[in-house]
């Protein structure tokens, strides 16, 4: 049978149609020998079938709170149960929205892009999916080659035909980086926005769903404006696709972000503890200590550790703004920058960093009525009336030029808790706090500077200090040992002490005040400060005595020369040493030793070590006796009730405050150690290189006032308590040196015995030496397993 002849233009198409045709097949098969000879060598999928993604150390509160996190990778792994789908969503819709049709590449996305590529001219779109990006994070350079994208292509097939959907979902969640040292969507959102991904709104769950395309490009610490459009885009995409409504889309695109610059933030300042924490864990388990998903638990609680960085913080700012404005806190060149939003403002900001709320801002104009200044992430400032007060003497033109606010000037300014702008500055003084049970030394909070992102010195435990006038009770507490009373009367005389005593230069030491008031009761004396009654006191017990005696506190002898100066506090200690010297006071007399951690468990619960803490009450532990121990508790109770520290009694409205005030000469240090029986707290301030603070920077006005400060959360709806009476005292009638009778504790072998017996006085035996009170961290089985930290709550008062 003959076939007729087809047309010439038939003939063409079908020539056109075979071509095409072989040129498929041929390519098929080259695909297929390819596929066949490529596919065996693909790498081995253990490593995500038995995903084990690094997990950073991280440190608690006791209450559970996050206060810390260590490691190369921060991740917090998540479950696909638990990532909301408003999450999931704002994922697909910005990288691969048909993930869960494809069977690893996306051939209509493919498609798409080349034609995209081919009309824009050039490689302007990629056709990644969800899987392939496994593949590549895992298992492949990111180098763009045809040989790389075909392996990509061959690993996303194979990772397709060994996991469900869902599982290679949890796996991008969890690996994929996200900038900030961020990986997986819930470590993004807790460093991004500082919360868990539960949480997350709409806008955020966009805004971190744009990152994975660029994470540099489109971060929002670092490139504010261009996060925002990239994600309006993956807003635009969700609405497109059907995953939010027109209202939410509507509300996502004007919702104000809070956007966290410091990575370190953890909603609870505690950066401090946490150093002290990963030191100890990394210590006891050096071996993969922050990728093994290690959890430190502390002995502090949030509440209590952010009224003490607010108290710190308060009470630095109080203090430098009764010094004065300094100036502007340095210049940048501005000249050739003509518009208020031009971008080379947030390259100039770069060098400066936020401290809290004390936020680096540089002036675009500045005259004594008005300044206008640029803050990171475009707005501009108008700082006028009160903003500017503290200020004025430097917007005038006759102020230095180096330190005169002007354009270009880098300047701080804060919110004003009623809404404006004030200018502020970053104080050079430097303070800490640290308050803890003694009972068992567990800290409660630790603030160990005013900002620690700019000094990581930590003035708790590093600080060695002269503790001035708070050193005095463990001089009177030795003098009660010596068989003085709080009766004692002792002249508060001018006295001339000659070199050989000194252990340097003759010295004619004053009162703080100038004044001399006489004859005067240890009791009034130490409620005063009275340095003249410390010297005669220390003179008369002996300085070597004193010198040995106060080790029993903790206190290092060779700090503390046996010298008159002794007396004044002229020695060196830290604020950890006070805390536990002043406990011993607080809890009857027993040495305990302060401790912050708790507990370090795995990253299954299991707890690998524990903290053995020593207890007040156990008589192996004894410092002094439970006599002077109530003697100087009373005695520091009236320092608060009508002494140097007043205010707290004043403030508090409390009876059961106990404590001293501290300053050094020339006004160099000041401090405030003081307690109720269920916390001791310890306060300081004083600069870096010692300085002199300024005339009537005392204790009671520098150090008292952050005691105060947390004092007023930690001891709300405590009831007031005291220091039961131990046995071995008796009531006398004593009068001071004016004729004032009134009641007073002594020891009873102080009694003189009666006028027909003639009794041999027994020397008093001095306390057997303290054993060693140091909480030991304890390694535990792992077979050990409490319940994980529980998740944080409000703390009620």
């Not at 610059?261 to 990963?278: I, K, L, P, Q, S």
């Not at 303070?431 to 003694?438: D, L």
Request: hydrophobic letters at 40%; charged letters at 25%.
């Amino acid at each position: 049978m003959l076939i007729p002849a087809l047309p010439a233009p038939a003939r063409w198409a079908l020539y056109f149609l075979l071509a095409t045709g072989g040129a498929v097949l041929s390519v098929a098969a080259l695909a297929g020998i390819a596929l066949i000879l490529a596919y065996p060598q693909l790498p081995s999928l253990e490593v995500l079938t038995d995903y084990q993604p690094k997990i950073p150390l991280r440190i608690y509160s006791s209450d559970g709170q996050l206060i810390g996190e260590f490691g190369e990778e921060r991740r917090n792994f998540a479950r696909i149960k638990d990532v909301p789908t408003v999450m999931k969503q704002a994922i697909l819709a910005a990288e691969d929205e048909r993930f869960y049709q494809h069977p690893g590449i996306d051939t209509l996305g493919v498609l798409r892009a080349a034609y995209s590529n081919f009309v824009g001219g050039g490689k302007r779109q990629g056709a990644s999916t969800i899987t392939m990006q496994v593949a590549r994070n895992f298992f492949l350079s990111s180098e763009k080659t045809l040989t790389r994208k075909l392996y990509e292509m061959l690993l996303a097939f194979k990772i397709e035909n060994n996991l469900g959907k869902d599982q290679i979902f949890e796996i991008y969640l969890n690996q994929i980086y996200l900038g900030q040292r961020a990986y997986g969507f819930s470590a993004a959102a807790q460093i991004y926005f500082g919360k868990a991904l539960k949480d997350v709104s709409v806008a955020e769950a966009a805004m971190l769903a744009g990152l994975p395309k660029a994470p540099s490009a489109y971060n929002p610490v670092a490139n504010p404006k261009r996060a925002q459009l990239r994600q309006r885009y993956v807003l635009r995409r969700m609405h497109e696709l059907d995953f939010i409504s027109d209202a939410q889309w509507k509300a996502a695109q004007t919702e104000a972000l809070y956007i966290k610059r410091d990575v370190n933030d953890f909603g609870v300042r505690a950066e401090y503890v946490a150093e002290m924490a990963r030191q100890i864990a990394a210590e006891r388990f050096p071996d993969d200590v922050y990728s093994r998903g290690l959890r430190v638990i502390t002995t502090i609680d949030h509440g209590e550790q952010q009224a003490a960085y607010r108290a710190v913080r308060r009470g630095v700012i109080d203090y430098d703004r009764r010094h004065g404005y300094r100036g502007a806190e340095a210049y940048v060149d501005v000249k050739d920058i003509t518009s208020d939003q031009d971008e080379e403002f947030e390259e100039l900001l770069t060098e400066y960093d936020d401290s809290d709320d004390l936020l680096p801002a540089i002036v675009l104009e500045a005259t004594p009525k008005l300044v206008r200044a640029y803050l990171r992430g475009g707005e501009v400032l108008k700082i006028g009336d009160e903003g500017l007060k503290f200020a004025a003497r430097m917007l005038d033109d006759k102020a230095a030029p180096n330190k005169r606010v002007r354009r270009g000037a880098v300047i701080r300014v804060q919110k004003f808790d009623k809404g404006g702008w004030q200018i502020v500055q970053l104080p050079d003084v430097e303070a800490a706090f640290v308050a803890a049970s003694p009972v068992d030394g567990a800290i409660r909070a630790l603030v160990g500077g005013f900002d620690f992102n700019r000094s990581k010195f930590n003035h708790v435990t590093q600080a060695w200090r002269q503790p001035g006038s708070s050193f005095k009770p463990f001089i009177y507490s030795a003098g009660l040992e010596k068989g003085y009373t709080p009766a004692s009367v002792i002249p508060d005389e001018p006295v001339s002490i000659s070199a050989e005593e000194t252990g340097s230069q003759a010295w004619e030491p004053k009162n703080y005040d100038g004044k001399y008031e006489g004859p005067m009761s240890l009791r009034t004396a130490l409620a005063k400060s009275k340095n003249m009654v410390s010297i005669r006191l220390l003179r008369s017990i002996g300085t070597r005595y004193a010198q040995d005696y106060v080790t029993r506190f903790g206190f290092d002898a060779d700090k503390h020369p046996p010298y008159l100066t002794l007396a004044l506090g002229a020695g060196s200690v830290t604020p950890w040493q006070q805390l536990g010297a002043y406990s011993i006071f607080a809890n009857g007399g027993y040495r305990i030793e302060p401790y912050i951690v708790r507990q370090i468990l795995d990253d299954k619960g299991n707890v690998l070590a524990a903290t053995q803490p020593s207890l007040a009450g156990d008589e192996s532990l004894r410092a002094i006796d439970a006599r002077n121990a109530w003697l100087m508790d009373s005695m520091m109770h009236d320092v608060v009730r009508r002494g140097t520290a007043t205010r707290a009694a004043a403030v508090l409205k409390r009876g059961d405050l106990a404590g001293k005030t501290g300053t050094t000469n020339d006004y160099i240090d000041a401090w405030f150690c003081g307690y109720q029986p269920t916390v001791v707290g310890i306060a300081w301030i004083g600069f870096d290189q010692p300085k002199r603070m300024g005339n009537g920077e005392t204790g009671g006005a520098a150090a008292l006032p952050i005691w105060i400060g947390f004092m007023e959360h930690a001891l709300k709806n405590v009831p007031e308590s005291w220091q039961e009476t131990p046995d071995g005292l008796v009531s006398i009638t004593a009068n001071d040196p004016a004729g004032k009778a009134s009641r007073e504790m002594i020891y009873k072998e102080l009694l003189p015995p009666p006028a027909e017996e003639e009794e041999k006085e027994e020397p008093r035996q001095a306390p057997a030496p303290v054993q060693d009170a140091k909480p030991k961290l304890v390694e535990k089985p792992v077979a050990e397993k409490p319940a994980p930290p529980k998740p944080a709550t409000e703390k009620k008062n």
